[in-house]
């Protein structure tokens, strides 16, 4: 066991419930810690179910093209913690001795009291952060936003609120209202927002937030849109039109990431022109969504040919945008989808298999070796069958490869796989790939 996670499963301990939402916690840690919070970098703050770190990924892309240095803040990491913790120039990853110092001053300023793991590690990052200088801070919110670890900063330079699903019903809310309450009071008085589309239940409570909190609003579709037009993304607001290259990005939703990226950076009065956007909208880099496999260990235990993709994406929301990717890539170039899928018992299979109801052949379930907190593989093909999906349960990723090479060998057509459902099982894939993100 290395030193890092070492640290990390002994922080893991300290508190014995996974989630347990509040800032008391934080803010005790934190006045220890001599409030690195109130030493940041000018901050924006990202809240939502879906696109949160792809909206971070196209403003960090475009920020560092403009020479802007950036500290970057997100969760989960798919196979190594420091991905979770980007510092300055060039966005490069926390490095071992660093991290190593942070955790350990955060566990000893902890003194054994009990704190959840994700506040004490939102600690260490909120130290480097402050250790070190950066023009700009893109702070990601772990859940919900209320009493997220990271809901600690007064006033940040904009909020962003993106896309607003159901998830994690059981700790902010069962309805949409609920759960857009709990996000949308990441809203600081007097800050600007800006909303990426939403359901008119989300959009109302935003909307009496924002009145509440005399935060200037800047909601898409309103105040801005973004779209595709000939092959190039554009962008218009109250300023006029900006002509910009679409994103790397696979997918339609995100031409409307960028678009709420690009109107974030604005808000926040960090906007360098379409010159560096456009550098940085073709730099953007943001692993696990709609990832291409090309190669790699993985790819070699696909029948010859398969297209390979990667998608975290774990709720509802999210399997309808990578379902309508699939459906789109079906139009223009028609192969069998077969699914590799394992999932969280938190998350909820059957809304997520209907997404693919009619689009996907079958369904391989898979246990997620990272994470003791995955659904049984068998349960999981039940759920897919309620969904009206076909499923077979497998021990692994090897035996459901293995499964559909064989089926492919038996139709003569190379598939289309797509291995998702989880994040730590997109992790798992990487590094069995291996492709540890930079």
């Not at 090309?294 to 790819?299: A, F, L, M, R, S």
């Not at 057509?413 to 797509?418: A, D, F, G, S, Y």
Request: net charge negative.
């Amino acid at each position: 066991m290395d030193q890092i996670t070492a640290i990390l499963d002994r922080l893991l301990a300290l508190h014995p419930r996974q989630i347990d939402l509040s800032l008391e916690r934080m803010h005790r840690l934190l006045a220890a810690l001599g409030h690195p919070e109130r030493r940041l970098p000018p901050t924006i703050h990202v809240a939502g179910t879906n696109g949160k770190g792809s909206v971070t990924a196209t403003m960090r892309a475009i920020l560092e093209a403009s020479g802007r240095r950036c500290h970057v803040y997100t969760s989960p990491h798919l196979v190594a913690f420091n991905e979770r913790i980007r510092l300055g120039d060039g966005g490069r990853l926390v490095s071992d001795p660093r991290l190593i110092a942070a955790l350990d001053v955060c566990e000893e300023a902890n003194a054994g009291n009990e704190i959840t793991f994700f506040e004490i590690t939102t600690a260490a990052a909120l130290l480097l952060f402050a250790e070190e200088p950066a023009d700009v801070l893109l702070l990601e919110v772990g859940l919900g936003g209320r009493l997220d670890a990271t809901n600690v900063v007064d006033a940040p330079l904009c909020s962003v609120l993106t896309a607003i699903s159901l998830d994690h019903e059981k700790f902010l809310g069962n309805t949409l209202a609920e759960i857009a309450a709990e996000k949308a009071a990441i809203l600081k008085p007097g800050c600007p927002v800006v909303v990426a589309p939403q359901e008119d239940e989300a959009m109302a409570v935003i909307e009496r937030a924002a009145v509440r909190t005399r935060s200037p609003l800047a909601r898409f579709g309103q105040e801005f849109v973004a779209y595709a037009d000939r092959g190039r993304l554009v962008f218009e607001d109250d300023d006029g039109l900006s002509d910009l290259p679409l994103p790397v990005l696979p997918g339609a939703h995100q031409v409307v990431n960028a678009g709420v990226a690009v109107a974030a950076l604005k808000a926040a009065g960090l906007w360098p022109g379409e010159a560096d956007a456009a550098r940085g909208l073709k730099a953007v880099y943001w692993p696990g969504r709609l990832q291409a496999l090309t190669h790699g260990p993985v790819v070699d235990k696909c029948p010859p040919g398969a297209e390979v993709w990667l998608d975290g994406g774990h709720n509802p929301g999210a399997a309808l945008t990578v379902a309508a990717y699939m459906g789109d890539l079906e139009e223009r170039s028609p192969r069998r989808l077969y699914l590799v899928t394992g999932m969280l018992t938190t998350k909820d299979p059957v809304g997520f298999f209907r997404a693919f109801h009619g689009l996907a052949r079958h369904v391989a379930t898979v246990p997620i070796q990272s994470t003791n907190a995955a659904r049984d593989p068998f349960e999981l093909a039940d759920f897919a069958r309620i969904a009206g999906l076909e499923a077979t349960p497998f021990d692994g990723l090897d035996a459901a490869l293995a499964d559909i090479r064989a089926c492919a060998a038996r139709d003569g057509v190379p598939p289309r796989i797509l291995i998702c459902g989880s994040l730590y099982l997109v992790g798992d894939t990487l590094s069995a790939n291996g492709m540890a993100p930079r």
